[in-house]
């Protein structure tokens, strides 16, 4: 079974750009949840998707947002980039809603120059 | 009063040794806790979790145990391998169904000495 696949590993952009991740869950999976992670801050929540719609969000500026398609498939997105957007993201699918964790793929690490 | 370890960033241990990993949690309303490994260059993997009507709950070589008076959570790992290497969180959530939007802690970074 393929784990959690996100694209791209590797994203270089500059200030003022904006920019889509990408996240396909494991197969079968619904739930979706979107994490950013710095050394400062840690791992802080961005957002959760269900079945195509919003569950929750975390408290990060209206700059970034996300969507899921009806094949659970998800992409968040993160217009006028900041420095401070440089982090890795990271997203987790679990097949229904959260009992024995969320699988994590290996992250976009971005880059805002 | 009763003494709980402390959450430190960083430890270090002799392989073979136990290591006890430490994690204060925030909110007393929480009712759901998962313990993550994340290894260089991945992404948190799901180790064990554990719900508050619960103390304690064990895995294959990892024990985790709840203390909800203080608030505090470890993972115990029997003797630990240089694969545990890695940096490790705890993670609370208002119940499972709140999982995806779990509040993560600080992270321990566990080195394994052979």
């Known amino acids: 079974k393929a784990g959690v696949t996100q694209t791209p590993r590797y994203l270089i952009k500059t200030r003022g750009q904006q920019v889509t991740l990408s996240c396909s869950p494991i197969?079968?999976?619904?739930?979706v949840s979107w994490y950013q992670q710095t050394p400062g801050q840690g791992l802080q929540f961005l957002f959760e998707y269900f079945s195509e719609t919003q569950r929750n969000k975390g408290n990060f500026p209206g700059r970034f947002s996300g969507r899921q398609f009806s094949n659970s498939r998800s992409e968040m997105n993160v217009s006028t980039l900041e420095l401070g957007d440089s982090a890795l993201y990271l997203c987790?699918?679990?097949?229904?809603?959260?009992?024995?964790?969320?699988?994590f793929g290996s992250g976009t690490r971005l880059t805002v120059v | 009063g009763e003494s709980v370890g402390l959450h430190l960033p960083t430890l270090s241990v002799q392989e073979g040794d136990n290591s006890i990993i430490n994690c204060a949690y925030s909110?007393?309303?929480?009712?759901?806790f998962i313990w993550y490994k994340q290894e260089s260059g991945k992404g948190p993997q799901f180790i064990i979790d554990?719900?508050?009507?619960?103390d304690k709950r064990q895995g294959q070589r990892v024990t985790v145990l709840l203390n909800k008076t203080v608030k505090h959570l470890s993972l115990q790992i029997a003797a630990t391998q240089p694969g545990d290497s890695a940096v490790y969180f705890c993670?609370?959530?208002?119940?499972?169904?709140?999982?995806?939007?779990?509040?993560f802690g600080d992270g321990t970074t566990l080195t394994v000495k052979p």
């Open positions: 987790a699918s679990n097949e229904d809603q959260g009992l024995g964790g969320y699988t």
């Open positions: 554990i719900r508050s009507n619960m």
């Open positions: 909110n007393s309303a929480s009712d759901y």
């Open positions: 993670a609370e959530a208002g119940n499972r169904l709140d999982a995806g939007k779990s509040t």
């Open positions: 197969s079968g999976h619904r739930s």
